[in-house]
Structures are given as C-alpha cells and as structure tokens.
C-alpha cells in the first residue's frame, strides 16, 4: 500500500484485562489482513508481539509492541499493550498517541478488573472506544450478559452493532445490526453471507432498534427525523454512530473468537467504520513562550512528531514517535523541544513487531521509529528548529513498590548503576535511587512483578546478575532524659603516646530540634585546638548510632571538662573520647528509636474499606478517615510505619482482587513500641558484637 493520507489511517491501542486474549486478537486481524503468512501464537512463542524473552517466560505481555495491516484501503497501526497492572505504563503510553482504543473482555458475563482499570485510562486519555467481547468460541460463553456488564459498568456507553450466531462451539457466525444481515464463519474464520436463524429473529429486532435509538439519540437531525417515523438508513446509522463514538458519547460492541481467526474481519471493519482517524482529531501543545498551539494533523505542516516510547540495548536506543503534523524524512534533521538540541538519526522505519521496516518516510498520523537519538527521551516531542513545541508530559502512574538491589558479584555495583539507568530510560515507571542514610541502592515500580521483570532484563541485555531484598528502614535514635558523662582515653606503646579527656552533659531536643552543640568549658582544661577534635568524635557516635546503629537526632551536647597532657594530648585521642563519651551518655540518658511514619492514601471500592482498615490497623497503623469518592469507591488515609508497609502492596491487590490503589508520603518519625525497639536492639547486637 503507498504512503497514507491521515483520512485512511486508523491508529488504535489494544487494551484489557490481562490473559483475555488482547495480543491473540492482534495476531488475529494482522493474519485476516495478510500481514503475516500465518497467525502467531503466544502459547508457542511465535506471536510477532511478545517476542521479549521474558514475555515468553512469564506467558504475558509485558511492553508495548506495535505492527500494521492494511485492510479496505486502511492503514491499521495496532499498538498491543500489557494487561497486567504493573505495566500500567505501556498503557499510558499506547494511548498518549493512539487515536482510539480496543478494549478487549473475555465473554465471561463480568467486567474484569483489568478491563475497568483500562476504561479509567481510556477516560482520562480522552480517546474514544471500541469493544470487542472475546472467547465466543469457549465453554459458558455468555455475549448478551457480557454487554449488560459493560453497560452496567460504563454508564450505559457501550452499544452492540453485531449479535453472535450461536456460542461455545457452536459459535458460527454473526449479524451486522447495522445493514441487518448476516454472516457465517467458514473452517478459516472468514465471514460469508448467510440466513440467521429463525429463532434469533426476536433478538435480532430487539438488538437493532436498541442500536438505532441510541445513533438517533447522538444526533439532532436524526432524532427528528428518527420521530417522525421515518425509518433511517444504513449509511445515516453508520454515519451517526462514527459521530457518536469520535466523541464518545457511545461505545459500539462486537462479538470475536480471536484464537480461531472468528470475527476478525468484523473487527477490522468496525475500526474503519466507527473509530476516528487522526485528522479527525487534534492536540494540544505549548510552544517556545508556554502559550498553547493546536496541533493540526496536516502532512504539509511543519514538523511536529511525540515520542512515546524508547528501548534499549547493547546496540543503541530506539525511539518509537507518532508525527503529530508534518512528515518525518529520512534527511530530517528534527530539534528535541525540550533541550532545544537537534537531533540525527541513523535509521527511519515502522515498527512490525521487534523488527524495523525501512521507510523513506512517516507522514502525519502515522507511526515510526528512529534509531540512535542522542538526546531524546520518552514523552519528548521531536519538531522543525522555528515550529518548536512542548507536548504535556505523560500521566505516569506512581511507584507502588520499592526494594534495595544488590549485585550478586562482586565488583558489578558500577555496572549495576549503568544497566539501572539505562532500564530507566526505557521504562519511566521504573526510577532508581540511593538511600542517604542507609547507602542501598533502591529500585521503584508498579509492583513486585515489575521489579522482577527489570531485573530479568538487566541480567539478559547487560549481564549484571542482582537480587532485590527488603530496603533497610532508616531508623533514628534519641534521648529522652539527660546525662553527664566523662571518657579519658589514654594509650602508651612506646615513645610518645595518646591522652584525651573530655565530659560532656546532654540533653533532648524537641522533634526536629537537630543538633546543638556548646563549648562551656572555662579556663584551659581543654586546650582550645583539641576542643573541636571532641565535637569531631561527638558528631562520629551521631552518626553511628549508640543502641541501633541508626543516627541520632534532636539533642544538645555540652563540652563541661576534661583534661589534657603536654606530651600525649593529640587530635585523634580527643576524637576518640569524645566518641565515647557520647555513645556512654546516650545509653544513659533513656535512648529510644524512632521511626519513619507514612501518610497512606488508599483507594478501594466501597465493600473493601473494613478490610483495609482492619489490613492498616494490623500493621500498627492509625486509620485517619474513611472518606466516598463516588462510583462507589471510597477513600481511606491513615499513618503506618514504614517498616509495616513493604508487603502491603502484594497484600491490597489480593484483598481488593486488583481494584485497590494507593500512595503514601513521609509524614514524621515516631518512637517505636518497646517490644519493637527491643528485636532492633538485639539485631544489630547480634551483628555487631564489638559495638555492643
């Protein structure tokens, strides 16, 4: 097929519940197109999608994978996106540029989590939709009650334009309600014109007139007409809904067994027919003095292309980007917006699963990808030097999990830093850190299946094997009363020796109080140079630790006394005592740990708030407020340690069946329960014997 105009392009992301059969559904309508010579499969490691590794490992999608067909004069960009939440990510990104979405559900007579979570996602983007009920080819396959749940569940939305013929195996065709005629599979999948039974006839009717209210009721005009009593045509139906659903006001539903290639060329027509192409809509950006600008999609304009997704390897980076306006050439020398830096690349292409078709160019509405940007990151917007503009930045859901990494060889931190960085740069839901008070480097994500998944992929593209743990809890440790202690540290081996002799008295401070420290020693009992050598030692035992080898806060310290030797007194000697002295005081002056306390904000449906509570309270939490949100979902907050929280994520998703969410923030230290402080007091004795 030549280079398409933006009319004949239909760019969609394919979304869903995960396991219900979304990637399936794309091997599906690239075969019935004639894409590939023979539908891949994902049970067989052969699909053109999950061709990652570790999506062969785990039986899922994991990133987004992008691969066209061209059907009845149509350019059809399919953009295959993970189901499973922890990918959230992909989604955001398969819709940032998609000009509608499929949303796929399994015909199971429910609407699955997965399925609402990718709705929420579809709404926000504010693009329109397109729902295919899947699996009419197996057992207990219920259509009529799957499109109620849909119905139910997305505000009455959603409408059938075509009824199965039969379910489960007998599952052998369909009809179009909008031309009212019917079609039967052959032993490929392929639709040919048939009779529906006589037995439907009633559904039928039923089905029709429930469609062709709700195109009368999108549209003035026909709504007129539609009263009047004139009966509508097809093509004034077909209009209407392509109308409706650009600006989604209605969801049109069809029926499809993608494993058997069923309904594949119904879906296929139903993307031409009823979703929007990308001259049909427009974008919003900022140009160079922050003022907003209309992106129009026009093949003639200056060049205006969003980057939405990167990958990495140990050849280079590969930029997947959807001109927004203009023509992307294989001379095209674009200026990242962002950092006003001009870029050149070494390849022009289309993605088609992980391979890359040359192309000598990618007109307005349509996909791409580059090879070896130097500079342009994910969400940036590749344009003209005199047309730059500033696409908003992606709604990056936030990390739900966070663990320490370790290398499990040793001499391969540096290379963990790398490999870390570069995950990263390929997927902006995957940050990395280093914890200043506990020195581990931390890994954040969706989920644990998330972090699991970058480390699998860290091993496989740069060879650096790691292991994620528990991060350690950065403890403090305080006072709550006072105490004066003197340490005299002396050490004679020979010529001259060590002396130093400092007492100090210490006290709390209040929560955030810091650290103060006097000099009140009057006269010379410590020479003035040796003075700063204790405060030295001092500020060592603070960050050392006296009880837990944690830090400790919020107290003042007083240099009363101590003696000093004209001979022996030196600078370290000074340090040392005063280091002692300090950890003696602490231990004195009633020691107590405190520990980092979160601000919980969880999110869940109604019926689940006594659990959470009761899952928060378990955890030594104090639940806050329990507050509606609406669409029957309410909203709990509450303050738990953080030491409590490293499991909740894995805990919420089983307690919720996936529907809970949340976010938490640090909020304050608190002294830790006795019973508490008592196993971190005997854990690092048990570490640390010297120190105790």
């Not at 329109?128 to 699996?135: F, G, M, S």
């Not at 020979?494 to 955030?512: C, H, K, M, N, V």
């Amino acid at each position: 097929m030549p280079t398409p105009t933006p009319d004949r392009i239909r760019t969609v992301a394919v979304v869903g519940h995960s396991h219900d059969g979304k990637t399936t559904l794309c091997e599906a309508l690239l075969h019935t197109a004639g894409a590939t010579q023979r539908m891949g499969s994902t049970e067989q490691a052969t699909s053109l999608f999950d061709h990652e590794p570790e999506e062969q490992r785990h039986s899922m999608s994991i990133g987004l994978s992008v691969a066209h067909c061209d059907w009845d004069g149509y350019r059809v960009n399919l953009i295959d996106a993970p189901g499973f939440q922890d990918f959230a990510g992909e989604v955001v990104e398969a819709l940032a540029v998609a000009d509608a979405a499929v949303l796929v559900v399994a015909a199971h007579g429910i609407v699955p989590v997965g399925a609402e979570m990718a709705w929420e996602m579809i709404q926000a983007a504010g693009v329109p939709a397109l729902i295919v009920v899947n699996r009419m080819d197996k057992e207990n396959a219920a259509y009529e009650a799957t499109v109620d749940a849909l119905r139910e569940a997305f505000s009455r939305k959603p409408i059938a334009v075509a009824v199965p013929i039969g379910a489960a195996e007998g599952f052998s065709g369909y009809v179009d309600l909008v031309d009212d005629r019917a079609h039967a599979f052959d032993d490929s999948g392929r639709a040919t014109d048939t009779t529906a039974p006589d037995e439907m006839n009633t559904e039928i009717e039923r089905a029709h007139a429930a469609l062709v209210d709700a195109a009368a009721e999108s549209d003035d005009a026909l709504l007129e007409k539609y009263l009047e009593g004139t009966e509508l045509t097809d093509a004034e139906v077909r209009a209407a809904l392509h109308a409706a659903t650009a600006r989604g006001s209605l969801v049109p539903i069809v029926c499809a067994s993608a494993a058997t290639e069923k309904g594949a060329g119904m879906v296929l027509d139903s993307i031409v027919r009823y979703l929007p192409a990308p001259s049909e809509r427009t974008h919003t950006a900022l140009d160079a003095k922050g003022n907003e600008v209309t992106i129009a999609c026009d093949p003639d304009g200056k060049l205006c292309a969003h980057v939405f997704k990167t990958t990495v390897d140990t050849f280079g980076k590969i930029s997947f980007f959807k001109v927004l306006r203009g023509t992307m050439r294989g001379d095209s020398h674009p200026v990242t917006a962002r950092l006003a830096q001009e870029e050149r690349f070494a390849q022009l292409g289309q993605p088609n699963g992980k391979a890359i078709l040359t192309a000598t160019e990618v007109v307005a509405g349509d996909i791409g990808v580059v090879t070896k940007l130097a500079h342009t990151q994910t969400g940036d917007t590749l344009c003209v030097k005199d047309a730059a503009v500033l696409m908003p930045p992606l709604p990056w859901p936030s990390a739900s999990a966070s663990a320490a990494i370790v290398a499990l060889t040793k001499g391969d931190e540096d290379k963990i830093m790398s490999g870390l960085a570069r995950l990263s740069e390929e997927d902006m839901t995957f940050t990395t850190d280093r914890d200043p008070v506990t020195n581990e480097v931390l890994v954040h994500g969706l989920g644990d299946i998330h972090l699991g998944v970058a480390l699998e992929r860290m091993k496989r593209k740069f060879g650096v094997d790691a292991e994620l743990h528990p991060p350690k809890i950065p403890y403090r440790e305080t006072i709550t009363g006072t105490a004066r202690v003197g340490h005299k540290y002396k050490k004679q081996s020979g010529g001259s020796g060590l002396y130093g002799d400092a007492t100090i008295e210490i006290e709390p401070l209040p929560r955030g109080g810091g650290f103060i420290w006097e000099d009140k020693i009057f006269g010379g009992s410590i020479p003035h140079q040796f003075r700063p050598s204790v405060e030295k030692g001092v500020r060592q035992t603070m960050e050392q630790g006296a009880v837990t080898g944690n830090p400790i806060v919020d107290i003042k310290v007083r240099l009363v006394d101590g003696s000093t030797h004209s001979v022996d007194g030196k600078d370290i000697a000074f340090q040392i005592a005063g280091a002692m002295a300090m950890r003696e005081a602490v231990q004195k002056a009633s020691p107590v740990i405190l520990e980092p306390i979160m601000n919980v904000n969880v999110i869940v449906p109604e019926r689940f708030t006594g659990d959470i509570m009761g899952l928060l309270n378990s955890k030594r939490g104090h639940v806050g407020g329990v507050n509606p949100i609406g669409d029957g979902r309410a909203e709990v907050n509450a303050h738990v340690p953080q030491a409590e929280m490293y499991t909740f994520p894995v805990e919420l998703r089983a307690m919720t069946q996936g529907r809970g969410r949340y976010s938490m923030a640090f909020s304050s230290y608190e002294e830790v329960p006795a019973h508490v402080a008592q196993k971190l007091i005997e854990s690092h004795s048990n570490e640390h014997p010297a120190a105790s």
